[in-house]
């Protein structure tokens, strides 16, 4: 083809997959206006009443010569582009915005999606990129970032107001939410302009040209025009077409030849078999570690404007003042040609061409050669607002652009602080006998020369055979890699109130997104289809818990310190009875996990204490534990986890310090409810559903094989 990246991405990939459902839903339909195009041109695999509209639209523009203009395409193939591609499509870019973190306070903006404005003080993104207010947060639209010919420009920020105007809709996939008024450095939201919501449908015909601009990557604007067509128009309030997109283009929009606005893009459409995303090289593609460009993309999705604007009028908000600035957006959705006087067109008005040409003489792109293109119609005025005088000159911005994803810089992660309770805590360090278990220094370089994704450190003060400290946001820990997991992990505790401003809960902060460290080889990571896919009963269980980690300034910072938490070098195999206080919200089979039921109760004791404290903990490696092949050899994992609290007795700047350690023990459990190890079919997200094979048989009266019910996962 972010809210932070991480949460972005987990949150677009169910998308995807509701969107890969629908693919296949009207892949014979697709198939035949495929052919249908072929031979009749654009527009034969379109409703009659669709190319009647499309057809009264055009007829309807080119009425009203209002705007001449040529376009040419230099190459033989016209690809996604940082430069104009004409003089309306930089009109039509204006109002289209990066969405990103607001920078400041050390942290530069990142680019998570794509967003633009659909009139004076709103902006239009995806659902999945801000479900809800709280995702807003401490997040800005930066317009105007581009490429021209002095360079990359920075552009200028504005933040987004979640509490003047927010309302989000899952089904279209959309969120619509106010912007400032003001920019960072004092400029002016209304001389961007707006794209306008058109409601009328007829805007486009299967098999015509579409275009996108996107901030893809979270990078500079980018144009995706021509060699783009429309492929199919569902009920459903969904387009599909082809064009090249690519993480962070969520929320671009998707115009028709004359720059209208005709969708909301939110996601591509992968390839796949049997259930599996599949690569370009055609094998299965893995989400842990294997990039999004390594799919094979089949098509693109996104929401119709017509059936956006129609939810929109369902809607009713909170305040006069939210319902005022609804109402100025509605208002402006009506069609522009809509008054225009036309002589009764026929379907055949919108020229469709007899062996598959693009018939129409109106800015119709040849991506075979050099050409020019004649613009007949005035659409770009009236589909894209533009603002009443020159959008300003961008003033110099301090913060520095990155291109990174996720936490833009490991290097400057700060790790643990030994000085944090007023008493410096060091480190802990390991014997001699297990020292050559440890991923050391000269590890590190040694992957850094052979490996050109590894994230590079600063290592020229740090000894060779030293354990690499790997620093995080508020911890560090070092990994053993001979087992895979932490040896240890060092965590600071903060629970005091004014270290716990952030009003995001744990859900608002998205679901599990276990990632990869970039700065150690994978093959010293345990991952999901080593053990916690296969092995159903094991939870992924944190080392440094989330909760304990989860502090710090209100937004970013904050944010930064939940996600670092789900790293797999943090994570070793618990069982759930043993991990969780109460699994799903109950007791297992009438037990109280031991582990989660100390950690909650930890927490409680810390914060009551004054809210600080230091906390060494890390599973028991090599002397209790298991092995199992899980499908991919044999995986060693631990029974015993160990924990070392420090606090201080005081708030004094130097107080005395209190020191408890804990072992805890889970094969009790394990001996007793077992791995519970599962093949084949991986049902993340159908939970509710989920009944016993016996139980569906009773249901429908049904008697399925003695092999099936013995395979029978459900508890």
């Known amino acids: 083809m972010v809210t932070l990246v991480g949460e972005v991405k987990a949150a677009r990939q169910a998308v995807l997959a509701e969107a890969l459902q629908r693919w296949e839903r009207h892949a014979r339909r697709r198939d035949a206006d495929r052919k249908s195009i072929a031979a009749q041109g654009p527009g034969a695999a379109d409703s009659e009443i669709q190319r009647k509209r499309y057809a009264e639209r055009e007829a309807r523009r080119k009425a009203i010569q209002q705007f001449s203009a040529a376009e040419r395409m230099i190459g033989d193939a016209w690809e996604p582009t940082v430069f104009a591609p004409s003089e309306r499509a930089r009109q039509a870019a204006i109002p289209v915005a990066r969405i990103v973190t607001l920078p400041g306070k050390g942290y530069e903006a990142q680019g998570v999606a794509t967003g633009f404005l659909i009139s004076p003080g709103l902006l239009m993104t995806n659902h999945h990129v801000f479900p809800d207010p709280s ?25 987004v107001e979640p509490e003047t105007f927010f309302l989000s809709d899952a089904v279209l996939d959309y969120a619509i939410v106010a912007v400032a008024a003001r920019g960072t450095n004092g ?39 021509t060699g783009n067509l429309l492929l199919d128009i569902l009920d459903e309030g969904f387009l599909h077409y082809e064009a090249d997109t690519a993480q962070g283009s969520s929320g671009s929009p998707v ?42 993309w089949l098509a693109n999705e996104g929401a119709r404007v017509s059936h956006i604007v129609a939810s929109l009028k369902m809607v009713r908000v909170e305040s006069e003042a939210q319902q005022r600035m609804l109402t100025e957006l509605l208002t402006s959705t009506a069609d522009p040609l809509r008054n225009v006087q036309i002589e009764s067109a026929a379907p055949d008005a919108a020229e469709m061409s007899s062996k598959g040409g693009v018939g129409m003489a109106q800015n119709i792109f040849n991506i075979s050669g050099n050409v020019t293109i004649n613009f007949a119609a005035p659409a770009a005025a009236a589909a894209v607002v533009p603002p009443e005088k020159p959008a300003p000159t961008p003033k110099p911005i301090t913060a520095l652009e990155k291109t990174q994803t996720f936490d833009p810089d490991y290097a400057e992660r700060p790790g643990y602080d030994p000085d944090f309770l007023g008493v410096e805590v060091p480190l802990p360090g390991v014997t001699a006998a297990r020292a050559e278990e440890l991923y050391t220094v000269d590890d590190y370089r ?57 009003p995001r809960s744990r859900q608002d902060f998205g679901g599990e997104n276990w990632r990869l460290d970039g700065r150690v080889p994978k093959k010293f990571q345990l991952v999901d289809a080593d053990i916690y896919g296969p092995a159903g009963n094991f939870d992924r269980g944190h080392i440094v818990r989330r909760d304990d980690n989860c502090w710090g300034e209100s937004g970013l910072p904050t944010a930064y310190a939940n996600a670092d938490t789900y790293h797999w070098t943090n994570c070793t195999p618990q069982h759930e009875l043993f991990n969780q206080e109460t699994p799903d919200g109950k007791e297992y089979r009438g037990r109280i996990g031991i582990w989660g039921a100390f950690e909650g109760r930890l927490a409680d004791q810390i914060e009551a204490g004054g809210g600080q404290a230091v906390i060494f903990a890390g599973p028991v490696l090599g002397t209790d534990g298991r092995t199992h092949d899980f499908g991919r050899g044999r995986v060693w994992y631990p029974l015993k986890f160990w924990k070392v609290v420090i606090v201080p007795e005081t708030t ?56 099936v019910i013995a395979a029978d996962q459900a508890p």
């Open 135 to 159: 995702y807003a947060l401490s997040m800005g639209a930066n317009f105007l970032h581009q490429t021209d010919e002095k360079g990359k420009q920075l552009g200028i920020f504005f933040a």
């Open 187 to 225: 400029e002016r939201l209304e001389d961007l302009g707006f794209v306008r919501l058109i409601e009328a449908a007829g805007k486009i015909l299967k098999g015509r040209p579409v275009n996108i601009i996107q901030h893809p990557g979270g990078g500079a604007r980018q144009y995706a025009t």
């Open 255 to 296: 115009f028709n030849e004359n720059w209208e606005l005709v969708g909301l893009h939110h996601c591509g459409i992968p390839d796949s078999r049997d259930g599996q995303i599949l690569r370009d090289d055609g094998n299965p593609w893995n989400a842990e570690g294997d990039p999004e460009d390594d799919i094979h």
């Open 446 to 502: 040694a992957y850094l020369a052979e490996d050109r994704n590894a994230i590079e450190l600063d290592t020229h003060n740090l000894g060779g055979t030293d354990p690499l400290e790997l620093r995080y946001h508020h911890f560090s820990l070092v990994t053993n890699k001979k087992y895979r997991m932490p040896m240890w992990t060092a965590v600071n505790v903060d629970y005091r109130a004014e270290a716990r401003e952030d």
């Open 652 to 707: 004094r700047r130097r107080p005395r310090l209190l020191a408890y350690g804990f072992v805890f023990n889970q094969s009790a459990v394990i001996k007793e409810f077992g791995l519970d190890i599962k093949e084949g079919l991986d049902l993340t997200g159908f939970g509710r559903q989920a009944k016993s094979i016996k139980a569906i048989g009773e249901l429908a009266g049904i008697e399925f094989p003695d092999v």
